[in-house]
Nanobody, 116 residues
């Protein structure tokens, strides 16, 4: 009964910023590592960032290092992705999930489109 509800996507010009949110229920959120993933048309889904349960250790794929920041608010059962200096190649549907994703359950995602 895990529920993952992403929001915050939209259309932005290159160089702009967006902040994505993911509201999580059905798990003891504070005990789980959380991740953000993205999938562009015709490409495999990739892990973009993840954050440990305490928020003390973060991971970022090389292509977003220095531009994206993952954070969480355990009191609100919410994980965030701050996306700065956006590039057209960041265009994708963004999803949150609990890594490793073993049952292939995903929320609806949120579309991020970066125009040049």
């Amino acid at each position: 009964q895990v529920q993952l509800v992403e929001s915050g996507g939209g259309l932005v010009q290159a160089g702009g910023s967006l902040r994505l949110s993911c509201a999580v229920s059905g798990i003891i959120f504070r005990f789980n590592t959380m991740g953000w993933y993205r999938q562009a048309p015709g490409k495999q889904r990739e892990l973009v960032a993840k954050i440990t349960s305490s928020g003390s250790t973060n991971y970022y794929v090389d292509s977003v290092k220095g531009r994206f920041t993952i954070s969480r608010d355990n009191a609100k059962n919410t994980v965030y992705l701050q996306m700065n200096s956006l590039k057209p190649e960041d265009t994708a549907v963004y999803y949150c999930n609990i890594p490793p994703v073993l049952n292939d359950y995903w929320g609806q995602g949120t579309q991020v489109t970066v125009s040049s």
